[in-house]
């Protein structure tokens, strides 16, 4: 069995009606094919969930041998100067398109990222080209595309993938490499993912370089999460007012290995689910939504991760530990 390919590329779509978890997108993709035309588009949404995929995989659709010559993917989070549109863009952009191609594509990767400056440029570089060009913008958040890039454009929101979408495409792999994966395995990989299509594949690749059977233990392991029953066990500890015990959960996570980020969005994740009363997942989240914050301005993540487990105690705990 080989398995020295990185499967994200080895599995990446080739076809639009590849792409898990889009549907609706992809049947607008698949009617631009359909009548030979393309306007300016921009793909937003998280990490992992198709944007580059939905672009590759229209591209060979468009114009199947000569593809790799009518297509260009850059990176605008590389160079964000203006020079990388006036050169890199332009000079791509001004060559007539190879075969019967009545246009090129040009798909920039984390567009978002350009200044405003190279953003405006890139403007007027779309307006003047577009008689032998179109462009992809993908993006985290479409609201940092300038307005007027924005308004020459249809943009397309991308989700986060579904359980089924991540179970099934995870499924196809591993019996196409002779793997055993079984249906807690496959709710582990779609847990890990946090619907990031890549990141499930990578756990996958990961996990079956130690063994033909992959294990949840294995994945938990892998990407540095911890089980979802640990992470519950940890709320409802904190929330019943036994300090100690909660730091010691606390302590194992991080022993572990895993982040405070990690942890808190796992949090984040399993409160919203957690059968308790709408008033107390109201003071739960508030909590760990401050946590985060302070975090991310720079305070100690542990004394933090500390100070959110004492204060579930004192909010929620009815009793006291010394």
């Known amino acids: 069995m080989q398995r020295e390919a990185i499967w994200t590329e080895k599995y990446r779509p080739r076809k639009l009606e590849e792409v898990s978890g889009q549907e609706t997108i992809i049947r ?3 009617s631009y094919v359909k009548r030979r035309n393309l306007p300016h588009l921009i793909f937003s949404g998280p990490a992992g969930v198709g944007k580059t995929a939905a672009a590759v995989a229209m591209a060979h659709e468009f114009y199947a ?3 790799a010559e009518n ?3 850059l990176n605008a989070s590389d160079e964000r100067g203006i020079e990388v549109v006036r050169n890199t863009i332009k000079n791509f952009a001004r060559t007539m398109p190879i075969g ?3 246009f090129k594509i040009i798909f920039l990767d984390e567009a978002d990222a350009l200044t405003d400056a190279a953003q405006s440029a890139l403007r007027r570089t779309m307006e003047r080209y577009s008689g032998t060009c179109r462009f992809i913008l993908s993006c985290n958040y479409s609201s940092k595309i300038i307005e007027p890039i924005q308004s020459r454009c249809s943009v397309y929101r991308f989700k986060p993938l579904s359980y089924d979408a991540i179970a099934s495409r995870a499924k196809y792999i ?3 490499e002779g793997l055993t ?5 496959l709710r582990a990989i779609t847990y890990v993912s946090m619907g990031d299509m890549r990141r499930a594949i990578n756990a996958l690749q990961s996990a079956a370089v130690l063994s033909s059977e992959i294990k949840p233990e294995m994945l938990y392991e892998i990407t540095a999460t911890a089980r979802p029953d640990e992470v519950e066990a940890l709320i409802e500890t904190a929330m019943a007012g036994e300090f100690l015990d909660a730091l010691d959960k606390l302590g194992v996570m991080i022993d572990k290995g895993i982040s405070g980020d990690e942890i808190l ?3 984040h994740r399993l409160a919203i689910k957690m059968d308790i009363p709408a008033r107390q997942k109201v003071e739960l989240m508030d909590r760990i939504g ?6 991310t301005e720079g305070a100690n993540e542990r004394i933090q991760l500390d100070a959110l487990i004492a204060s579930l105690c004192l909010v929620f705990g009815s009793s006291e530990q010394g």
């Open 28 to 30: 607008n993709l698949q």
């Open 65 to 67: 041998d000569t593809w």
């Open 71 to 73: 297509f260009t993917e």
């Open 100 to 102: 019967n191609a009545a």
């Open 174 to 176: 591993a019996d196409t």
């Open 181 to 185: 994966l079984s249906d807690d395995a």
């Open 265 to 267: 969005a796992q949090m």
């Open 290 to 295: 401050e946590t985060d914050y302070r975090i």
